[in-house]
Structure formats: C-alpha cells, structure tokens
C-alpha cells in the first residue's frame, strides 16, 4: 500500500471508537476520523466471534486486499477503523469489497467515483 501505514496502538482505535463517524451493515462497521498527516492509517479488526484463527487472519487479509486494490480511491489522512461483523465470515471477496466501498462512500472517504476496480464478478 502506497499510501497507507497500519493502525496497531489501542489508544487511536479507541480514540476512533469514541470521537469518530461510524457507519455499519451486516457484515461490517467503518469508523474514521481525520488525522492531520499525509497518510491515511487503516487498523482492521475481527473478533472472536467470527471464528477461530484461520478464519479471522483470512477475514483480515481479505478486507485488506479490498482496501489495496482501491487504495486509489480514497482521499489522504484519515485514520480508518473495519470492524468485521459474524456474518461476514460467510461473505464472497466481492460482497466484502463492494460493502466496504459503499460504507466508505457514505462516510466521504472516497476523493474519486466509486468504480468496482478490480473485484472478481
């Protein structure tokens, strides 16, 4: 990721958790706010409850492949939180890239028009 560096600090997801925007579907909840820098941070989190270890780390490297092909189209410097819900553990590569895009849309994150770039159809 070009632009991008990882969140991993508890005290910024939790400042996310209590001063950022949230929107939420089934399968995820998107929590941004801004940061002041150049770089967007992306932190991606996936409890317990949606399975055991296999299935969380795949889960993880999922939504962060979804974000790397279209790291193109959101906008620099904010500080991004996905939380992943049960019901994703179920979900098709191309429902969690096109859920994701649509919660970013909603919360501004996006500086171009949302294209399905590189999604498997």
Same mark, same amino acid.
């Given at each position: 990721? &070009? #632009?991008?560096?990882?969140?991993?600090?508890?005290?910024? #997801?939790?400042?996310?958790?209590? &001063?950022?925007?949230?929107?939420?579907?089934?399968?995820?909840?998107?929590?941004?706010?801004?940061?002041?820098?150049?770089?967007?941070?992306?932190?991606?989190?996936?409890?317990?409850?949606?399975?055991?270890?296999?299935?969380?780390?795949?889960? %993880?490297?999922?939504?962060?492949?979804?974000?790397?092909?279209?790291?193109?189209? #959101?906008? %620099?410097?904010?500080?991004?939180?996905?939380?992943?819900?049960?019901?994703? %553990?179920?979900?098709? #590569?191309?429902?969690?890239?096109?859920?994701?895009?649509?919660?970013?849309?909603?919360?501004?994150?996006?500086?171009?028009?949302?294209?399905?770039?590189?999604?498997?159809?």
């Amino acid at each position: 990721m &070009k #632009f991008t560096e990882s969140l991993k600090n508890n005290h910024e #997801f939790l400042r996310l958790y209590n &001063k950022g925007k949230s929107v939420s579907s089934p399968l995820l909840v998107v929590y941004c706010r801004r940061n002041g820098r150049r770089v967007t941070r992306l932190g991606i989190t996936v409890g317990k409850k949606v399975g055991k270890a296999v299935v969380r780390n795949r889960l %993880r490297r999922r939504l962060r492949e979804s974000y790397r092909i279209n790291e193109d189209l #959101f906008s %620099r410097g904010w500080d991004i939180v996905v939380v992943a819900r049960a019901k994703s %553990r179920e979900a098709s #590569f191309a429902e969690l890239c096109s859920d994701f895009l649509a919660l970013s849309s909603r919360l501004g994150l996006l500086s171009a028009p949302s294209k399905t770039k590189g999604l498997p159809l």
